[in-house]
T-cell receptor
């Protein structure tokens, strides 16, 4: 089983809203990731958690706030987003942070 | 800075017409090179991991190879269902999975 589950699949939010994206894996992986992908572009790394600790933050604006409550769950809290933040947000996990990563199907976020 | 360049940007093949996609990389302390397939609106699907020069991996009509500077994804006798964007990615000493810009493959029946 190489499944990473993301919810919701689609999200429309206003610029003053607060929302959260959720990601779950039950493969025993100890590294989890958030990526952002714009149309016709490759995924861009946002955050890496290794053993539930934030190990990489790619200078992401503070309106994006990651959280790793336990080894199976990863959240991305969103607040005061801008229309240019509209994108496909991808969660991934891997056994460790140097192994192949398995991706979820993404959350399509639209900021209006 | 780690960099990954893929070519061509787009490739159109007839069904059964074999070809290769290229991934050139510059990375300090390569820890792994990965190939993914991505369908529109979906997350990337893992295909292969290559760790050292000379290594090869195969899966159905796909074969991935690795040298010290580049990797190739060979597609033998492709079918329309192989149409997708193929992404190459590397992990180096920074422990960051960095993607190339991808090759959009279209296989026509």
């Amino acid at each position: 089983d190489t499944e990473v589950t993301q919810t919701p699949k689609h999200l429309v939010m206003g610029m003053t809203n607060k929302k959260s994206l959720k990601c779950e894996q039950h493969m025993g992986h100890r590294a989890m990731y958030w990526y952002k992908q714009k149309a016709k572009k490759p995924p861009e790394l946002m955050f890496v958690y290794s053993y539930e600790k934030l190990s990489i933050n790619e200078s992401v604006p503070s309106r994006f706030s990651p959280e790793c409550p336990n080894s199976s769950l990863l959240n991305l809290h969103l607040h005061a987003l801008q229309p240019e933040d509209s994108a496909l947000y991808l969660c991934a996990s891997s056994r460790r942070d140097t192994n192949e990563a398995f991706f979820g199907q993404g959350t399509r976020l639209t900021v209006v | 800075e780690d960099q990954v360049t893929q070519s061509p940007e787009a490739l159109r093949l007839q069904e059964g017409e074999s070809s290769s996609l290229n991934c050139s990389y510059t990375v300090s302390g390569l820890r792994g090179l990965f190939w993914y397939r991505q369908d529109p609106g979906k997350g990337p699907e893992f295909l292969f991991t290559l760790y050292s020069a000379g290594e090869e991996k195969e899966k159905e009509r796909l074969k991935a190879t690795l040298t010290k500077k580049e990797s190739f994804l060979h597609i033998t006798a492709p079918k329309p269902e192989d149409s997708a964007t193929y992404l190459c990615a590397v992990i180096g000493a920074t422990n960051k999975l960095i993607f190339g810009t991808g090759t959009l493959l279209a296989v026509q029946p």
